[in-house]
Structure formats: structure tokens, C-alpha cells
């Protein structure tokens, strides 16, 4: 349990590259793009908060709190996504959007297809197969996710620097250590 726990900190770790901003100067510009970017942060932080209750369920070792934390994550996602397409580009730009939305789609699908392996897992024999299983599964996603994580960062960091705003912790980022 303990390689599990560590694997999915590193993996909420990559996820929580997306930081909250905050404005320094209150220009009607910087306020709106400060906004933006927190509006994206705000709908991050609804999935991460749902991987960290599934992480926890992990713990219980209960198949069915399991699965219906699975449950949850999943149906957030979609609802995230659903949000995420709605949000206009800024200033006509949609470079950051759109690179929250294909990140957001990379947790559905680990949502849906290796975090329910991992549940099907967990639920089976504590044999090496199944732990060694369980480790390729975390490590494939952990090499998946950098790529798409780089991209974000780099979207992120071109939208901060444009409007001049400052970058701040995700207060999560907490919760994701104490795992």
C-alpha cells in the first residue's frame, strides 16, 4: 500500500502543476485574466479533490466506498469537461483552455480505464502479479501524464507572463503531500 500511496502522490503532484494566481495590480485586464486562470485552477482542483478521495478509499481496502469514489471522480470529470468546452477563449486566445481540457480528458480516461484496474486490483489476492501489475499501471500513467503536464505548464506560463500576473500555490497541493 505504501508503493501505491507514493506512486499516486507523484501522480497528484504532476497534476497540481496547474497554480492559482493571484493579481498584484487590480487592472480591469489583469483582473479578468486573473480570473480566468482561476476559473480553470477552480475546475482542476474539483477533480483533484475527487482522485484524493479515491486515493483514500485505497486505504479502506472496501471495493464498494472504492467504486463509489471511482464513481465520483468520474462523473466530476465529465461535468469538468463539460464546463471546461463552455468557457470562452480569452481575448481570443484559447491556448490555455484548451490544454486544461485535453488534461482534463487525460484524467478521464485514467479515471475510467487504469484507475478501475487498479480498484479490480486491490479488490483481488495481494500476489506480486497483481502488485506488479498494479505499478505499471502508475508508472504508464505517470509517463503519459508528463507530456500533457509540460504543455499545460508552458500554456500557463505564456497566459501569466502576457498579463502580468503572479503565481500562487494550490492550496491542495497540501493534501496531496500528506498522501
Excluded at 96 to 106: P, S
Excluded at 113 to 124: A, C, F, H, P, S
Excluded at 149 to 168: L, R, S
Amino acid at each position: 500500500m505504501e508503493f501505491i500511496n507514493s506512486k499516486l502522490k507523484h501522480i497528484l503532484f504532476a497534476f497540481l502543476a496547474i497554480l492559482a494566481i493571484s493579481s498584484v495590480s487590480c487592472t480591469d485586464k489583469k483582473t479578468d485574466a486573473t480570473d480566468y486562470n482561476n476559473k480553470i485552477v477552480e475546475l482542476q482542483s474539483s477533480i483533484i479533490q475527487k482522485m484524493l478521495d479515491l486515493a483514500s478509499s485505497f486505504e479502506s481496502g472496501s471495493t464498494p466506498e472504492m467504486t463509489n469514489k471511482h464513481r465520483e471522480l468520474i462523473n466530476t470529470c465529465e461535468e469538468i469537461i463539460r464546463q471546461s468546452r463552455e468557457l470562452e477563449p480569452f481575448e481570443e486566445n484559447s491556448e490555455l483552455r484548451d490544454t486544461a481540457i485535453k488534461l482534463f480528458e487525460f484524467y478521464l480516461s485514467i479515471s475510467t480505464n487504469e484507475y478501475r484496474e487498479i480498484i479490480d486490483i486491490l479488490g483481488k489476492e495481494n500476489t506480486p502479479y497483481n502488485m506488479q501489475r498494479m505499478q505499471e499501471v502508475v508508472e504508464d500513467i505517470s509517463i503519459r501524464e508528463s507530456a500533457l503536464d509540460n504543455e499545460f505548464m508552458m500554456a500557463q506560463k505564456a497566459f501569466v507572463e502576457k498579463y502580468g500576473i503572479q503565481i500562487i500555490d494550490n492550496p491542495l497541493q497540501k493534501d496531496v503531500d500528506s498522501l
